[in-house]
């Protein structure tokens, strides 16, 4: 029922973690390792099936057939063991749902608090423990669709109470959108492979669990390429100076320095080497002669060697305020000269004062 396709990494920029997904099971396909997954008795009343669906066109689903006076239908969909890097942080994801498809009309239908999904996790070839649980509530039906979602921590054991105090979530009553269909699983450290469960059970006619896409990721922390320690910009009269430390760079090219009138649309106007590598305080400055007599907006962006690039926050200096107007800029020489000309210059104002910059 389900084909293999080629391992599938997504990459999501972050400045903080590494986000791939290193095993998935959509149903329709899997990684190579998950494959295996399925159900494990498997109950007659568990499988697979194309009435909903994350990803097109299958789930894999349990159903209740009885009274819930009859014997239960239980089940393990069961995602075979994965080895792991102890030194990498990892996340289990997967979708949730309840619907009626196998019996709408049926008085029982929908989930009770009895009826229950429990995530459980073996670590490191150890016992299998509940780490999460998902409950209904007055048959509460949900879909796929719903938005929301909930993020929960393994700590290898469970506690039978509601969160954040224990490892169980209640559904909302009845038929309702505000059950979350996304669910997430932190995964204890130090983890060396992991085999998890999904223990399902339900015990009544219209009784559904529906699971998808389910997804196991890296989420190892990643060291920034820049460690900013702070951005600042002052007016000095005639120039706005921009002032910046880094405490320390790892294959850092260059800073771009950008300045906008309105924080949207932004114009270069300087790139400043970086230091490459640097475990040291290395400090940064540059003064803007340009800027306009109203909000300048000014914002850093760090530039790896290899083109990846990385903006930090933006900051304003207000310039609203009437300033010096200049008359004109000389070099050493007399000869008058931009201010972009490096050297030492001598800037005229038209009140009759000068000063001297070197660029």
Not at 205 to 215: C, L, P, S, V, Y
Not at 274 to 281: E, I
Not at 319 to 325: A, I
Request: aromatic letters at 12%; one cysteine or more; hydrophobic letters at 35%.
């Amino acid at each position: 029922m389900k084909n293999i396709i080629l391992t599938l990494f997504l990459f999501f920029t972050s400045i903080l973690f590494s986000q791939t997904i290193i095993e998935y099971d959509y149903m329709e396909t899997s990684s190579a390792t998950y494959l295996a997954a399925g159900w494990f008795t498997p109950a007659p009343t568990a499988g697979w099936f194309t009435n909903a669906s994350v990803s097109p066109t299958t789930a894999a689903a349990i159903y209740g057939s009885g009274s819930s006076t009859s014997g239960l239908e239980q089940d393990w969909y069961s995602i075979p063991t994965v080895a792991l890097n102890p030194s990498k942080s990892y996340q289990l994801k997967f979708r949730l749902a309840s619907y009626t498809f196998s019996n709408s009309t049926a008085t029982t239908r929908g989930l009770d608090v009895a009826d229950y999904l429990s995530v459980q996790v073996s670590s490191n070839g150890g016992t299998y423990v509940t780490e999460m649980r998902i409950t209904g509530n007055s048959n509460a039906t949900w879909a796929f669709t719903n938005t929301g979602s909930v993020t929960h921590t393994a700590n290898g054991s469970f506690t039978n109470s509601a969160a954040p105090a224990g490892d169980v979530y209640s559904a909302t009553t009845g038929a309702s959108t505000l059950t979350p269909a996304t669910y997430t699983l932190n995964l204890a450290p130090n983890l060396t492979s992991v085999a998890i469960d999904f223990y399902c059970r339900v015990n009544s006619a219209g009784e559904e669990w529906w699971i998808d896409n389910i997804e196991l990721w890296d989420i190892t922390p990643i060291s920034l390429p820049v460690e900013l320690i702070s951005f600042e910009g002052s007016n000095e009269e005639t120039y706005n100076l921009l002032n910046w430390s880094t405490a320390s760079e790892k294959d850092n090219d260059y800073f771009l320095i950008e300045r906008s009138k309105d924080g949207t649309n932004w114009t270069n106007i300087n790139v400043t080497s970086g230091m490459g590598n640097s475990n040291t305080k290395v400090d940064y400055s540059f003064r803007d002669f340009k800027f306009t007599n109203s909000i300048n907006y000014y914002r850093l962006t760090q530039v790896d060697f290899d083109g990846v690039q990385e903006t930090f926050d933006i900051i304003s200096i207000d310039n609203t305020r009437d300033k010096k107007k200049i008359l004109k800029i000389t070099n050493t020489i007399g000869q008058e000269v931009s201010l972009d000309t490096k050297g030492l210059l001598i800037i005229t104002y038209t009140d009759g004062t000068s000063e001297k910059i070197i660029n």
